[in-house]
């Protein structure tokens, strides 16, 4: 509020809303993939997890890629409503739901294998690298797409990092593990969520 206009702060207030709602997703394929992870360490050995885990992110980033492309091609259509004129604060919205995504999988992780503390810490740092960047990002260019690009940038590092960590954990060790069940059965959960989260929010798009 201090370093943004007023307009652009509400600009900015609407984006982080609009985040939420296309993140609203993200609890239920939490616990979806975390079920999942539980029954490969049943099934297959602890070992497996990290093979499983890099099966679930080549899944989460190829739809996500796909289904992000198509919101921002759709991207006029929402904007006439919302009064975000802008292509890049749109790209930089989508940006940070999808890398929202990607990085929330090693929190999914953590859960999975019930390193608690360590799903503590995850996410602790990267909240608080996450508020550092955008602010940081917005004291130092002074505009709307500076804070997005900072918390975007806050999600690539956190899962950056824990790529390489799964990657080493992950060589010479060859593991059969289950496919993943079909998502098919999460439609509807994930509507009604994603419903009640744009209802929550609807005062700040409206407004």
Not at 8 to 35: K, P
Not at 62 to 74: K, M
Not at 107 to 132: E, P
Request: net charge positive; with cysteine; hydrophobic share 55%.
């Amino acid at each position: 509020g201090r370093f943004l206009a007023r307009d652009e702060f509400g600009l900015f207030y609407v984006a982080l809303t609009i985040g939420n709602v296309l993140f609203s997703a993200g609890l239920i394929l939490n616990v979806f993939f975390t079920r999942y992870l539980v029954h490969v360490i049943q099934s297959n050995g602890k070992d497996a997890v990290f093979h499983a885990i890099r099966r679930i992110e080549k899944v989460v980033v190829l739809t996500g890629l796909v289904i992000s492309t198509l919101l921002f091609f759709g991207r006029s259509i929402v904007s006439n409503y919302i009064g975000v004129q802008s292509r890049l604060v749109i790209l930089l919205i989508i940006l940070d739901a999808y890398t929202c995504y990607i990085a929330d999988l090693a929190r999914v992780f953590f859960q999975a294998i019930g390193r608690s503390t360590v799903l503590g810490l995850y996410t602790s740092i990267w909240m608080v690298l996450k508020l550092g960047l955008c602010i940081g990002a917005i004291w130092m260019f002074n505009t709307v797409w500076g804070g997005l690009l900072g918390q975007v940038s806050s999600a690539v590092i956190m899962f950056a990092f824990f790529r390489i960590w799964v990657s080493v954990s992950t060589r010479n060790k060859p593991a059969t593990i289950l496919p993943i069940p079909s998502p098919i059965t999460l439609l509807v959960p994930t509507l009604g969520y994603s419903m009640m989260i744009i209802v929550s929010n609807m005062d700040v798009l409206v407004s």
